[in-house]
């Protein structure tokens, strides 16, 4: 378990260092630093200067550490636009995005994975081919689709909830809900899935042939197993919301990060985007490294080797 | 004496093996010190159980696993380095026939084009003629015209073996290393496809290595054989004499286990113990704890293997003691 | 694994035409709904100039966001008076090629570094699989706006950049087949006939995977053109004048009140698009890898 864990936490790290030079690359590749940040017509000698007080004369390795370690004290350098520090205004927004992905994966999980479960005890019950439905629709309809849908229906024929800002209660309805359907109809097809694929094993069988009520069955034998890959793939979810933040508030002028970094990447303010860019993928790998680690301890077969 | 066509000079291959979940890797010895010869035209059997190496020895020949010590010469120069283009150039000479037939061929090519191959990889015959040529391969292995076409899941096992054996031939070898051709077959089509490779490995003079853990069939086809034991050769002799006066206690048991028809099977030598386990190489003469003749030098010292009479080698201190006795 | 037995007939004996007849009667009624549509699609994509009515910027200013059932106008006009439909049909277009090459970008590139993995072993394989870690931990919408954020938006760059999207599932595949070819089977058997590696590789080992990876680019690519258009809508992707779905929907919004027939004509291409695609996707997967389901 302990090596399992070692290396994970170690992919994890270096994958990581992946994004950051991948960060770090594309800004180089990108244009000149001084130029980007000082305008075309600045004389040479402020150029100079420039890149003499942030290090731009040092040998690119030189610089690539010096990035590095600006990165780990939360020194994303400062955006263009406000001129205040690029993390400073990330974090500003983050509450924001909370308030929609937090809502969001909980109806995913408290409204999917029921309704899986239960479609895998029913087959071809109502909600089992309503699952499977949902399940295409979340696959093929774009958030972008899904979003306008639900304001075209609720907002301007039915005139029931607003359609953009962050006033109150009621603004955080409808992106909610974009965020959430198709997710549901995700989680929902693949608890099913999951469900169908432990009750089908020799264990379950044995254990409703040798009389053990059908409840506990369920409750005892099937439920657990069939965790395993359920929490994998809420996991990934979790670590995708961010990503999935963006589109949705953009439709919904919702002032959070992904709102944040589409105006950035369209006013090309750097600083802003590798902060956000660097952030998302942190949170992604924590996300599949907790995933992985809760794997380990939920997964009897791994728990056993730690005793070893 | 002609020059022999391959000549093996101390090969020894280890694998690392990792003992256990989280245990060190230790090296385990499948190839252990081999010397050996195989003259142009001629047939060398290699007999030996699961796990005594016999498998690794045929891939060393071939230059497939390159030896960590000793060398392999073939035709009179030193095997090139796995995948180079003298390698690769030189499996025109050299060629091998698998267990698994099915596993050897590409299922989504026919057995025509697969015969083929070789000619169109070494550009050994014009295209126009290429045709002729697999068809006379494939009546030389007894495939009928028809099954050109055919792709490798329709044909029966046997079928199969023939059209892998084809294309082996393809480039007229010089030498053929077959390891264990027909334990995949049923007994009933072993002896045919047996008997044709010794027939097409006279009829075009071709050297022989054949890999078997069975000696009904390397009695069959081999002029000489050598028994290994745990990545050793511990016998050698030619295929009449092996058989009717086996030396080494485990030839002995080998050649004892195979029923004779109309012989009791009254003195017949057991092999008892452990199969042999490479990972765990026991100390001294490595078939000792088998051996029911087993004294305390074979627990100690390794034997070497020794010429004990002409053409003929053994490695066992009680046969070694025998013949130094009698020299005497 | 069992590969597809489309290239290899089973019983020599029937011809190709009949067999085919045969599969095709068994194909149930939304697959056949799917390749019809997917046929009109590729059908508007080939013959989009011909077939549309306007130019794509043409403007008719007296008839500003007209409705839809307009005989001059079937789908309605814009703000500006240009015909939804004609620019529907450019979009179905432009969409459709950049999905269509950016699939075959990532193919190629994700099938080429995952031999070079199986070939090479070591540190290639390492850097092939860290290079695959890394593209799973940054979602692609996220590191596709970076890009554009640092280079700007172009065509060639979109392309190339959607071209990203799933190499890694392509180089997994790849490499666990062409592993798994050359440890036992036939593969070792083509070196040992002193085959070339360009050869072992290109003239055995793709065509025994191509089924596998064929059936990975069906589902790689309804999500680029969702990913295509994702980007689009946030107006980062195809640029004005040239129009994509993604790119119609993201105008139309603004129009969403009054003329909501902008946003819903590509909306529903879209939808019904992927749709299909995952349908008759689902039923090759089935046809013809039954090891993926």
């Known amino acids: 378990m302990l090596r399992f864990a070692t290396v994970r936490l170690l992919r994890a790290l270096i994958t990581i260092l992946a994004v950051i030079t991948f960060a770090f690359v594309v800004l180089r590749l990108s244009g000149d630093p001084a130029q980007v940040m000082l305008g075309p017509d600045v004389p040479q000698e402020s150029v100079d200067a420039f890149r003499k007080a942030w290090g731009l004369d040092q040998p690119l390795w030189i610089q690539y550490l010096a990035y590095i370690r600006a990165i780990f004290t939360g020194d994303f350098g400062v955006s263009m636009r406000d001129k205040a520090s690029a993390m400073q205004l990330v974090i500003e927004r983050i509450p924001a995005t909370l308030q929609l992905t937090i809502p969001a994966l909980f109806l995913k999980v408290v409204i999917g994975i029921p309704a899986g479960v239960y479609a895998a005890l029913h087959r071809q019950s109502a909600v089992d081919r309503g699952v499977i439905l949902a399940a295409i629709f979340g696959f093929t309809i774009p958030s972008f689709v899904m979003g306008l849908l639900l304001v075209l229906i609720f907002s301007i024929t039915l005139g029931l909830l607003p359609s953009g800002g962050q006033d109150t209660w009621q603004h955080g309805i409808l992106p909610t809900l974009t965020m959430s359907i198709g997710g549901i109809g995700i989680l929902a097809r693949f608890s099913r899935s999951a469900m169908i694929e432990v009750m089908g094993q020799p264990y379950i069988r044995t254990a409703s042939a040798k009389g053990m009520k059908w409840q506990d069955v369920v409750w005892k034998h099937a439920l657990p197993n069939a965790a395993v890959p359920i929490v994998t793939i809420v996991g990934f979810m979790v670590g995708t919301l961010i990503a999935g933040a963006v589109v949705v508030e953009s439709i919904f002028s919702w002032p959070g990060i992904g709102r944040l970094l589409v105006v950035s990447v369209s006013n090309r303010d750097l600083a802003v985007v590798q902060c956000i860019l660097l952030m998302i993928a942190a949170t992604m790998v924590v996300s599949n490294l907790i995933v992985d680690l809760l794997y380990g301890f939920l997964d009897p077969r791994l728990r056993a080797q730690s005793a070893h | 004496m002609t020059s022999p066509l391959i000549e093996a000079r101390g090969l020894v291959r280890t694998y690392e093996v990792r003992q256990g979940m989280f245990g060190r890797m230790t090296p385990v010895r499948a190839v252990d010190g081999i010397d050996l010869k195989v003259m142009p035209g001629e047939t060398l059997g290699v007999v030996g159980e699961s796990g005594s190496g016999k498998s690794t020895l045929g891939r060393m020949l071939l230059g497939i696993d390159p030896p960590q010590d000793g060398q392999v010469i073939f035709d009179g120069k030193p095997m090139p380095k796995l995948g180079t283009r003298e390698w690769r150039a030189l499996r025109a000479k050299m060629q091998f026939v698998y267990q698994d037939p099915l596993a050897a061929l590409d299922r989504r090519l026919t057995i025509a084009e697969q015969i083929g191959e070789p000619l169109a990889i070494h550009g050994l015959v014009p295209k126009q003629f290429q045709a002729a040529r697999v068809a006379e391969l494939m009546s030389a292995v007894g495939l009928r015209p028809d099954q050109a076409g055919r792709y490798p899941h329709e044909l029966s096992g046997g079928q199969r073996q023939r059209a892998v054996i084809a294309r082996a031939l393809a480039s007229r070898p010089k030498l053929l290393v077959c390891d264990e051709p027909v334990s995949a077959l049923d007994v009933s089509i072993q002896a045919q496809v047996v008997n044709m490779l010794r027939d097409l490995q006279e009829e075009n003079r071709i050297a022989m290595v054949f890999i078997s853990h069975d000696l009904k069939v390397v009695r069959n086809v081999a002029d000489r054989v050598a028994v290994m034991y745990l990545g050793r050769i511990v016998e050698e002799a030619s295929s009449d004499v092996i058989f009717s006066t086996p030396l080494h206690p485990y030839t002995k048991a080998l050649v004892s286990s195979v029923p004779v028809p109309g012989k009791l099977l009254k003195g017949r030598v057991i092999l008892q113990g452990e199969p042999p386990n490479p990972a765990r190489r026991p100390s001294g003469c490595a078939f000792h704890p088998r051996c029911p003749i087993a004294a305390d030098i074979c627990r100690t010292q390794v034997p070497q293997l020794l010429s004990v009479a002409d053409g003929r080698t053994a490695a066992c201190h009680m046969v070694a003691g025998v013949d130094q006795s009698v020299a005497a | ?293």
């Open chain 3, 1 to 293: 694994m069992t590969v597809a037995d489309i290239a290899n007939p089973q019983s020599p004996s029937l011809s190709l035409f009949t067999r085919l007849i045969k599969q095709l009667r068994k194909v149930p009624f939304s697959v056949t709904f799917g390749i019809v549509w997917l046929v009109a699609m590729v059908f508007v994509a080939f013959f989009a100039d011909m077939i549309r009515p306007y130019g794509i910027t043409a403007m008719d200013l007296r008839a500003r966001l007209s409705m839809p059932g307009n005989p001059a106008h079937l789908l309605g006009t814009d703000e500006l008076g240009r015909d939804v439909l004609s620019r529907l049909l450019q979009s179905i277009r432009v969409s459709l090629a950049i999905a269509f090459g950016a699939t075959i970008i990532s193919a190629v590139f994700g099938t080429a570094l995952g031999f070079a993995a199986a070939k090479f072993r070591g540190v290639v394989e390492h850097l092939v699989l860290v290079l695959a870690d890394f593209q799973a931990a940054l979602p692609f919408l996220i590191m596709s706006l970076a890009v554009l954020a640092f280079f700007g938006s172009s065509m060639p760059l979109l392309i190339g950049l959607m071209g990203f999207y799933g190499w890694e599932r392509y180089a997994r595949i790849a490499r666990g087949l062409a592993i798994s070819a050359s440890a036992q089977g036939y593969a070792a058997a083509i070196v040992q006939l002193g085959a070339t590696p360009a050869r072992v590789y290109m003239h055995h080992i793709l065509p025994n995977v191509a089924s596998t990876l064929i059936v990975s680019m069906t589902l790689t690519f309804p999500e680029i053109i969702l990913m295509e258009s994702g980007l689009s809508f946030l107006g980062l992707g195809v640029q004005p004048p040239e129009t994509s779905l993604g790119n119609m929907v993201g105008f139309g919004r603004e129009y969403l009140t009054r003329a909501p027939w902008i946003m819903l004509a590509p909306a529903v291409v879209i939808m019904v698009t992927t749709l299909s695609i995952s349908l008759v996707g689902d039923w090759l997967r089935d046809k013809l890898d039954p090891t993926l389901r």
